[in-house]
């Protein structure tokens, strides 16, 4: 079974950090895309970061300049550093991985911003 599992949610105050990491097992190879998506509270799942197997990168326009996106792929994994965290932010982080089979996804991992 395919398997991404996140890491590093967590509880913060408005204006903090936290890093999201995720790893995607060797059955995922070259994923032609990894990134993140997130779903606050009664709103639908929406992009926050996405790398492609080129190095293009995309931002949702509410975290450009805060949040950054990075991969690893010799570990085949996707990182999201994400500082001035505001309320806003606050939802449920899901890791994917696109391939020619399509998207996989990861459990979710929780980000709760605190004002």
């Known amino acids: 079974q395919v398997q991404l599992v996140e890491s590093g949610g967590g509880s913060v105050q408005a204006g903090g950090s936290l890093k999201l990491a995720c790893v995607a097992d060797r059955s995922i190879y070259n994923p032609n895309a990894m990134g993140w998506h997130r779903r606050a509270p009664g709103k639908d799942s929406e992009l926050v970061a996405e790398v492609t197997r080129g190095g293009s990168i995309e931002y949702a326009a509410s975290v450009k300049g805060r949040f950054t996106i990075s991969r690893d792929t010799d570990n085949n994994s996707v990182s999201l550093q994400m500082n001035n965290l505001k309320p806003e932010d606050t939802g449920v982080y899901s890791c994917?991985?696109?391939?020619?089979?399509?998207?996989?996804w990861g459990q979710g991992t929780q980000v709760t911003v605190s004002s």
């Open positions: 994917y991985a696109e391939t020619g089979w399509g998207r996989h």
